[in-house]
């Protein structure tokens, strides 16, 4: 009987944590990059600073490409959802720079997996962001 109790117990308790786990409005601006490439720039002494030289020719690699697309800020990757693979992907293709590429994203994040972005828009960043 105890044991019921206790495994009903647990069970509402994850239901009601997934439930209060509502997305939330999220807005970043950083340096697209694969997530392959990403945890070799996260170990670099100045992250934000490798992240921006980060190649265009290598994130549009097949591997790099497969490995999923993202936003390289605040010393965290954060992934995108397909919607925004694809949307970055052809930001990168259209970018006439061969690295540093610049973006902000707008969407929302899970506060259960705040670094995956469910993306709304993505534009090149204004200087000085």
Do not use: Q, R, W
């Amino acid at each position: 009987m105890k044991k019921n109790l206790v495994l009903t117990l647990v069970t509402l308790l994850c239901l009601g944590a997934i439930v209060i786990a509502k997305p939330k409005k999220a807005k970043v601006t950083g340096f697209l990059i694969d997530k392959a490439c990403s945890g070799n720039v996260a170990k670099k002494e100045n992250p934000m600073e490798a992240a921006g030289n980060h190649t265009k020719k290598c994130a549009l690699m097949e591997k790099c490409v497969a490995s999923g697309l993202g936003v390289f800020a605040d010393g965290k990757f954060y992934e995108l959802d397909d919607n925004g693979k694809a949307m970055a992907k052809a930001f990168l293709e259209k970018s006439t720079l061969d690295k540093g590429v610049k973006v902000t994203v707008e969407g929302t994040a899970d506060e259960a997996m705040p670094t995956m972005l469910t993306v709304k828009k993505l534009v090149a960043a204004k200087e000085g962001k």
